[in-house]
């Protein structure tokens, strides 16, 4: 039996309003579209058509369910900027992720909610999840 020690990463404090993020190893960045009427996902990777309008509509739902104000939920901008497709097994089903590195610019404590949180459809299961860059975007 391996033994693998578990190291804890220091959280960082997030103070500008443009960042660039990267998927932590194992964690993609999942957004999903759920019909109620068939009960079906669709699930979106970088590179699709819809893909940015869906994430923009997943992010803002989750900061506006955080507490966050729909004046600063309207100003979430991202883009991808070096990234790929991955499939990942959840409860059976197989869903497209995005991994990779990404620019996001929106408010400070939106964003710092986002690194800790994770950000997207699924967060609280493990997908989402990002580490900072860096801060010094221009």
Avoid: W
């Amino acid at each position: 039996m391996v033994l693998k020690k578990i190291t804890q990463k220091r959280e960082v404090n997030i103070e500008r309003s443009k960042i660039i993020l990267k998927t932590v190893t194992g964690s993609g960045l999942c957004v999903r579209q759920h019909s109620r009427t068939d009960n079906k996902d669709t699930y979106y990777v970088y590179n699709d058509d819809g893909f940015l309008e869906q994430l923009q509509l997943v992010l803002g739902e989750q900061a506006l369910n955080a507490g966050f104000l729909k004046q600063q939920v309207q100003h979430i901008n991202f883009k991808p900027v070096s990234c790929r497709k991955v499939v990942a097994k959840h409860y059976g089903a197989y869903i497209d992720l995005t991994v990779g590195m990404f620019a996001m610019e929106a408010d400070p404590k939106i964003l710092q909610y986002f690194y800790t949180a994770g950000m997207g459809s699924r967060h609280s299961s493990g997908f989402g999840l990002v580490d900072l860059v860096t801060d010094d975007c221009i």
